[in-house]
Structure formats: structure tokens, C-alpha cells
């Protein structure tokens, strides 16, 4: 492992720049009218992991390509260690690539695939074999060198794939998609074999994804994407538990989303919020005056079942609705603030329960743990 981590440094005659990548305006569109990146500011710094993250249609793709040289901006500019790179092809960006689809050579073995960019570059043979091997290594395939894609598992082409990307020590290696096609089991233990890679090489990682909890075992930093938007860059846990935006707080992670009304402010930080017949207090997140419509963001394993009285600043009753079984909790669907699908975590533990449907409960929580956010159209 030193030696691969030797082999990627060596080359760096300076201290790498901090900004390794930067979008700087950067915007795209195919057809002169609709745009599909939307004046995109964006910066990847070095030996960092940054995964775009959005639905299907929200630019993501199209970032990774425009970066890769596969698609030109319409406006803006690119750079890769302060340089711009519109004007450079594919071939002489240095970026490793790593698709879904594996992209090997199905007539070549395992080892020449990994020799193949080796030999485009001119590299010798001895140095080429030593490389091949490292990189095997690297992604724990160093005894399948001389088999063929076709006798390999998902998971072993694709960790092929991996090594063909490193193998010629680029600086920066995008992934689209890598582990769409595999199965749950495989999709897990290659996440977390992605990130060994990582934290072994320190090379910067441009990853696409529309898998959240991908997105979260992974990442550096998770930019949020939406109709050619990034709502919202933090790193996994400030993302999961401090959302900016409503759209954030339901795309990363299950949680209660609540439209609501402000009626007033009870201390500098905190809201009061009308909502389904109740009142709520909740951290003002996005800006609002009385009067305001606003959504609240209410994480379920937050809320507590039968807390102790006067523990939460808010405390309303609730009725079991139905009960889910998940093995480490229990999901509890209840009826409160106006709705029917309020929705509580109980860890499995000793002790946890004796809920029935039809109960009638209390539930609370705290108002940081209730985050008033944005009121986007559309949100019951």
C-alpha cells in the first residue's frame, strides 16, 4: 500500500494547489433554450471526496461529463489545479474514469485491461507490469491478472474497472454511477471499498449518485442537485442533520415534513408555527416573519414516544396509527399535527414498547430538532 500511495506523490514536484477543481459560472444547455446546469459555482479541493447527488434529470451526469471533456459549457469556465481545460481533450486532462457499465475489454485479460492506458502513453513494458500489479493489489484482485472480464463477478469487474482508472496515477478519477448495476449486498461492500481506496491514495474523487445513503458513507462533502442547482454542498452530517432547504431535508434521509404558518417568534432563533391545529415551536431556518408560510422538518427518530411531562417545548398528543417491524427499530405511524402519516423511530431494544394500534399517546421533541424551513409549492 505505501507503494501505491508513493507512486501517486512522486510526480508532484509542488505542494498541490488547495482548489484542485472549479466551476466557476458554469452553465449547459443542449438545445440553446433549457438549461441542464444552472450557472454552476463549485469547488473539489485536493485529495477531497465530493459526490453530486440529485434525481434523475438534475445536471449531475452532465457536471461529470463537461468536467471529463466529454461535453463543452455554453458558459462559464473549468478548472483543474488553476488551469482552465475547455480547450483540452479528453486524453490530456490526466482523469481517471470508472462507469457503470465497467467499459472493460471483454477479448483482454484482467492484467491488459490495466496495461491497455498504460501502453497508449508509451510506458515501457517492465514499467507497465509493475504498475498493472500494483493496482491489482490495490483493489485485492492481485491473483486474477490473467482471467477475462467474462469469468469475474460484478463486483470483481467492477474493482477492475477501479484499477484501470488508477493505474496511470491520475490526480482526479470520476465515477458515474459505479455500483448501479450491482446488487444491495455488493453495492455496500464496494462503497466501503471505494473509501479505503480513497483514504490509501488521497486522490480526488468526483462521484455521481442518486443513492443518498451511497452519497453518506462516502463522502467528503455532498453537493445536492436539483434542475441544474446545487441547493445545498456540507458535508454528510451537516446535510442530514442541518438542511437549508425543504427539498434537502426530504431528499436526504426520512423525515416529517409539516406545512405550517408562523404566528410569531419566541426568541431570536426560534419560531412558533401553526400547523394541522397545532402549535410548534421550531428553529428558524429560513428567513420568516408572522404571517409566513413555512415547512417544518421533523427527523422521526427525534421524536420521543411518552416522554416524561414538561421535558419538550413541544408536547401534543398523538394516536397509533400502525406499527412496522425493521429488526433495529420499530416504525410507528401515528396521527398528529393533521395528518395520518406521522411518522416515529423506536430503536428494537429491551423495553422499547408495548404499542398498540389505536393508543393514544403523547409524542415531543425538541424545537432544534424541528427546523422551519423554505414553503416550496406543491408540499401538503
Not at 446546469?37 to 465530493?50: A, I, Q, W, Y
Not at 469469468?151 to 448501479?180: C, K, N, T, Y
Not at 471505494?194 to 451511497?214: A, F, K, N, P, S
Not at 437549508?244 to 436526504?252: G, K
Request: aromatic residues 4%; hydrophobic residues 35%; negative net charge.
Amino acid at each position: 500500500m505505501g507503494d501505491i500511495a508513493e507512486m501517486v506523490s512522486q510526480p508532484r514536484q509542488e505542494a498541490p494547489p488547495e482548489v484542485h477543481v472549479e466551476f466557476a459560472g458554469v452553465s449547459k444547455s443542449y438545445d440553446g433554450r433549457t438549461l441542464v446546469v444552472k450557472d454552476l459555482d463549485l469547488r473539489v479541493r485536493t485529495g477531497e471526496f465530493v459526490t453530486l447527488l440529485g434525481p434523475s434529470g438534475s445536471g449531475k451526469t452532465t457536471i461529470l461529463m463537461m468536467l471529463a471533456g466529454f461535453q463543452t459549457p455554453t458558459a462559464g469556465e473549468i478548472r483543474i489545479g488553476g488551469r482552465p481545460i475547455q480547450n483540452l481533450p479528453p486524453r490530456k486532462r490526466g482523469i481517471g474514469m470508472v462507469f457503470q457499465n465497467y467499459a472493460l475489454f471483454p477479448h483482454m485479460t484482467v492484467g491488459a485491461n490495466l496495461a491497455f492506458p498504460l501502453e497508449v502513453r508509451g510506458m515501457g513494458a517492465e514499467e507497465r507490469r509493475e504498475r498493472v500489479g500494483r493496482a491489482l493489489e490495490l483493489v485485492r484482485l492481485g491473483e486474477l491478472s490473467d482471467r477475462r472480464p467474462g469469468q469475474l463477478s460484478g463486483g470483481q469487474q467492477q474493482r477492475v474497472a477501479i484499477a484501470r482508472a488508477l493505474v496511470f496515477e491520475p490526480s482526479l478519477v470520476l465515477m458515474d454511477e459505479p455500483l448501479g448495476a450491482l446488487d444491495r449486498s455488493l453495492r455496500e461492500e464496494m462503497q466501503y471499498e471505494i473509501r479505503r481506496i480513497h483514504r490509501t491514495l488521497g486522490v480526488t474523487i468526483v462521484y455521481v449518485t442518486h443513492d443518498q445513503q451511497e452519497a453518506m458513507v462516502m463522502s467528503d462533502r455532498i453537493a445536492v442537485l436539483r434542475d441544474g442547482v446545487v441547493e445545498q454542498i456540507a458535508p454528510p452530517e451537516g446535510l442530514y442533520e442541518e438542511p437549508e432547504r425543504a427539498f434537502v431535508a426530504s431528499f436526504i434521509g426520512e423525515n416529517n415534513r409539516l406545512h405550517g404558518r408562523v404566528t410569531g417568534m419566541t426568541d431570536r432563533d426560534v419560531c412558533e408555527v401553526e400547523t394541522g391545529g397545532v402549535r410548534v415551536r421550531a428553529l428558524k431556518v429560513a428567513p420568516c416573519e408572522p404571517g409566513d408560510d413555512v415547512t417544518l422538518s421533523i427527523r422521526p427518530e427525534r421524536v420521543e414516544i411518552n416522554p416524561e411531562p414538561g421535558r419538550y417545548r413541544n408536547e401534543l398528543d398523538a394516536r397509533v396509527e400502525d406499527l412496522t417491524f425493521l429488526g433495529d427499530h420499530l416504525r410507528v405511524r401515528l396521527k398528529a399535527c393533521g395528518r395520518d402519516d406521522f411518522i416515529v423511530k423506536i430503536p428494537n431494544v429491551l423495553g422499547h414498547g408495548g404499542l398498540l394500534e389505536g393508543d393514544g399517546v403523547r409524542i415531543g421533541w425538541t424545537a432544534s430538532d424541528c427546523r422551519a424551513l423554505n414553503h416550496e409549492g406543491g408540499e401538503e
